[in-house]
């Protein structure tokens, strides 16, 4: 069985490049198309010219090439992968070929943060990146949190590691289309700090977790109905993974799952959320599920209690 786990990618017999999107994979290889094949592409990977998917042109060509591979996302049958590329593999090689990577490298392992604990997905991984790419960084289990604390105290110095500006700002909330205003997601992403700039290219701190931390699926149950509730969260170890996991205080909901990079890492334990969504019903357990599709309408996450402390600052 093919050992693979978020963030990495796979390349498979007719060169179509995947980002792997889950831990687990009982039926093939849970995944999302993003490069295929093109003779006018503009990127170029191992002698062959790729054109990037967006995620519902990506669905669209997978409807009609593979039906049978699409689920709520694509799974992609073992037999079928050639190449599994990690971004743990990667790391080294960008160290020597881009000062960039090499500069949030060279901050973290200051830091302590030892290189197999790093990696680079999204383009860099697949050797597709243009002039304009930003940088997938990735760090893998609880080093994630060590790392972004490094990152934050070195955009405070003299560096090439910097803070987003307002422009760069609203350019991801744009892309994000959030159900939030951009003071909202600004005042959530402020605290955040895995975000920046390297040199005049954006950069993301992605979590992926440790093997150790990769234990059961979260099995799939029946959704019923939207819901909004303000709850106490509880843990948040896991905010910053795909899906998003917050364990709540809730007279009917145990926990909730975001699917939507917007809303990863939005709260801390002990603060109040507002949350709205679709319930899913898992045996005798509910829980709340925002990113319920790629741009979800009249689901979010909010920090109440964050929130109310920014307008007393």
């Known amino acids: 069985m093919l050992k693979t786990r978020l963030r990495d990618f796979i390349q498979t017999d007719e060169n179509w490049l995947f980002a792997v999107v ?8 849970r995944a999302i198309l993003r490069y295929l094949p093109d003779e006018k592409g503009e990127r170029e990977f191992q002698g062959i010219r790729y054109k990037k998917y967006d995620f519902g042109p990506a669905f669209e060509f997978m409807r009609k090439e593979r039906p049978e591979w699409v689920r709520d996302v694509h799974v992609v049958p073992e037999k079928a992968v050639k190449k599994l590329l990690r971004p743990s593999e990667k790391i080294s090689e960008l160290v020597e070929t881009d000062s960039r990577v090499a500069a949030i490298v060279k901050t973290l392992e200051k830091a302590g943060i ?3 604990s790093l990696g680079v997905t999204g383009s860099r991984l697949a050797g597709l990146q243009n002039k304009n790419s930003d940088i997938d960084f990735v760090v893998y289990g609880p080093a994630w949190f060590k790392a972004r604390a490094a990152i934050s105290a070195a955009k405070k110095e003299e560096g090439p590691l910097e803070e987003i ?3 760069m700002w ?7 289309i959030p159900e939030i205003s ?23 701190l992605l979590f992926t977790r440790d093997w150790s931390q990769i234990r059961e699926p979260h099995l799939r149950g029946k959704d019923t109905h939207k819901l909004k509730i303000k709850a106490k969260v509880t843990n ?5 993974d795909n899906p998003a996991y917050y364990k709540i205080e809730h007279e ?13 890492g939005q709260a801390l334990p002990g603060e109040i959320i507002e949350a709205r969504g679709v319930v899913e019903e898992v045996g ?19 920090s109440l209690t964050w929130l109310e402390k920014c307008k007393s600052l």
């Open 165 to 167: 500006d307002e422009e």
């Open 22 to 29: 889950d831990y687990f994979h009982k039926d093939g290889i």
């Open 284 to 302: 005798d357990m509910k829980r709340l599920v925002v990113g319920t599709s790629r741009e979800p309408k009249g689901e979010w996450i909010k």
């Open 114 to 116: 030892p290189r197999s």
């Open 182 to 204: 951009f003071e909202e997601f600004r005042l959530h992403e402020a605290r955040k700090g895995n975000r920046g700039m390297v040199d005049g290219t954006y950069f993301d």
């Open 252 to 264: 009917e909901i145990d926990h909730v799952l975001s699917y939507t990079h917007t809303y990863a």
């Open 170 to 176: 609203e350019r991801i909330y744009k892309k994000r």
């Open 236 to 240: 948040a170890d896991f905010a910053f």
